[in-house]
């Protein structure tokens, strides 16, 4: 019988990767961490203004103005108030995620079992997952990397090799996935086992029936 997996948390003291796209992205070997694919379409501009201005109003609540496109990152908050942020921010886009909007191409079982069959093809090789879900918009996943291996090249090929197979099989053509997906390295035992429990609840979250997803947990 196989040995049950590990799955370590953040290491201050470890080597770390820090990768400057859109975002900083905290990239960390033997580490799980919590990453989101989505679709293209999967937010309409009109969801992302409608987000974008219940974060700002929660600001102004809280004494803090901000006039700019783009919303703050936590740390240029007051340290009261970016905890709460965060959660606030993140709650909020996951709620509109979970709208499904766009296409939901992956609603249709041989598109998401594309995905799943990408995801399951270099685990335990390259990496190890503890739990995927395909959602009809969006994908999130927990993982964690071997030595030698990232989740940045990873990621790509994720990305790539499923979006060629679905436009094929869906007679269509151009871009997919959004392309950079949302990554966040687990801090501790109880935020895995959080995220663990949040990817197994988000179809009945959705109000997307179980059955109609692909969905897996190494623990299960």
Same mark, same amino acid.
């Given at each position: 019988?196989? &040995?049950? +997996?590990?799955?370590?948390a953040?290491?201050?003291? *470890? ?5 400057q !796209?859109d975002?900083? !992205? ?5 580490? @799980? ?7 293209i ?5 009109d969801?992302?203004s409608?987000?974008? @201005? %219940? ?5 102004? &609540? $809280?004494g803090i103005?901000? %006039? ?5 990152? @936590? $740390?240029?908050?007051p ?16 709620? +509109? ?6 296409e ?5 079982? &041989?598109? *998401?079992k594309?995905? *799943?069959d ?11 997952? /503890? ?10 996943l927990?993982?964690?990397?071997r030595?030698g291996?990232?989740?940045?090249r990873?990621? &790509? ?5 499923s ?6 099989l869906?007679n269509? /053509?151009?871009?997919?996935?959004? @392309? ?5 390295l687990? +801090?501790s ?7 663990? #429990?949040?990817?197994?609840?988000n179809?009945? #979250?959705?109000?997307v029936k179980?059955?109609?997803i /692909?969905?897996? $947990?190494?623990?299960?």
């Amino acid at each position: 019988m196989p &040995e049950p +997996r590990k799955f370590g948390a953040f290491d201050r003291d *470890a080597d770390l990767e820090v990768r400057q !796209r859109d975002l900083p !992205r905290w990239f960390q070997a033997g580490v @799980a961490i919590f990453i989101t694919f989505r679709t293209i379409d999967s937010m309409p501009r009109d969801v992302v203004s409608g987000w974008h @201005a %219940d974060i700002k109003r929660w600001l102004k &609540e $809280n004494g803090i103005q901000c %006039d700019s496109e783009r919303l703050p990152e @936590a $740390n240029a908050l007051p340290m009261r108030l970016r905890n709460e942020y965060s959660k606030v921010r993140d709650r909020g886009w996951q709620e +509109r995620l979970d709208e499904c909007h766009g296409e939901c191409v992956l609603k249709r079982t &041989e598109c *998401a079992k594309i995905v *799943a069959d990408a995801l399951r093809h270099f685990d335990g090789d390259r990496y190890d997952l /503890a739990s995927f879900i395909v959602m009809p918009n969006h994908v999130h996943l927990i993982a964690q990397f071997r030595r030698g291996f990232s989740l940045s090249r990873q990621s &790509e090929s994720w990305l790539r090799f499923s979006a060629t197979r679905i436009n094929r099989l869906s007679n269509r /053509a151009g871009a997919f996935w959004q @392309a950079e997906p949302f990554d966040h390295l687990i +801090r501790s035992e109880a935020q895995f086992w959080y995220l663990m #429990n949040y990817i197994r609840d988000n179809p009945g #979250n959705a109000g997307v029936k179980m059955d109609d997803i /692909a969905y897996y $947990n190494v623990f299960e």
